[in-house]
């Protein structure tokens, strides 16, 4: 295990190690708080890290300390300026994380997160702003950047991610990529403080337990969220981490990493973790596993699953259309250049049963009658 830095336990229970290569960890918010002492742990594991934050200059910073601080031939940790909220701008960090990688990535970890803001002005402020007449009739956008940064930017995060892992082969696990995303306690309980926050978490949540579920059978991939309690990082301020710290509430940081940890090492998905204060509220855990609702009643059980079954299947006949239209597309190239047994054959059915995969079917035929 390598030596601590800044007091973290950065051993992990699965190593980076092998004789190939090295692991390779995406991490947004990589800079600070949560998404730091997880590249902290990482690179320390052996892993090759890239930062992707908005604060390039603490991001450099670290990537310099660990760069320096490891014993490793080639730079561990590499860093870009990325805007989380930006789909370009995540494009771009992601190519350049994907380079530094030489095109591998095992991990994914949207982390990058802010704080609530106020999403609506007071009228008294919109007065004073101009934004609203003494008719009261002028309205104002809300401001959304939270839902921008905390849900927005972590999905975008996800979709780069898992259009990367599943054209990638899988690793010694059997999985083609992991991905550990940050939800908070507010993706568990509501807080009237912190509506957007509480909605941009809580759709973390719902996106984990139900994409997570269906990532593992469909593209050999993992993912599931780690939902914190109060831990002391630069996303609050000193006030309101001492009132924290006075009723005993703060989560030690290496609870949290534990957590990730075990999700990074566990064959589990679409599992949601709690990480609660150490053996405070009757929880001797340091994180527990957290299951949605129960069902309201029986038939409302029959209906998720029939949603379920109704859309895996419509996703399956879309699968075997777009094959059958590909098909058609082919032989009606083939049968232009006057190549045409097979394709009379597909059109008149003769291959295809299903009612969508005739639609298909007639579809090409309107295309090759207006052409
Ligand atoms: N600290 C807590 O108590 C706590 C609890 C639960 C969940 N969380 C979540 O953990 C995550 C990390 O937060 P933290 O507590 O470590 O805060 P932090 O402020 O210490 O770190 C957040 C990092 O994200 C970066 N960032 C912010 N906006 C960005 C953007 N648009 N693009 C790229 N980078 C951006 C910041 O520059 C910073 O480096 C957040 O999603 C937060 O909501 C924190």
Known sequence: MAEPIDGTDIGMSTSADSPERPKTAYVTGG???IGRALTQ??????YRVFIADLDIHSASQLADMLNASYPFADP???CAKVDVASWESQLDGFKQALAFFNGRLDVAAPVAGIAERQWLK????MLALGLEDEFGEGFMRPDLRTLEVDLQGVLWTVGLAVQQMRRQEMDGEGFRGRIACVSSTCGLYSIPALPVYTAAKQGVVGFVRSYGKLLPGKYEILMNAVCPNIVRTNIEGEEYYAAAERKGLIVPMQNVLDCFDHVLSSKVSGEVFEVGPDGEGGSEEKWVVREGLEYLDKKTERSVTLLEEEKVRRVEVTDEVDEVRNEVEKLER????????EAAQLIAGEQVEDRFVQDAVEDGRKRRRVA
Do not use: I, N, P
Not at 122 to 125: K, N, P, R
């Open 31 to 33: 800079a600070s708080g």
């Open 41 to 46: 742990m990482l690179v320390g594991a052996s």
């Open 76 to 78: 561990r940790v590499h």
């Open 122 to 125: 007071e009228e008294g402020e």
């Open 334 to 341: 083939a049968e232009m250049k006057g190549l045409d047994g």
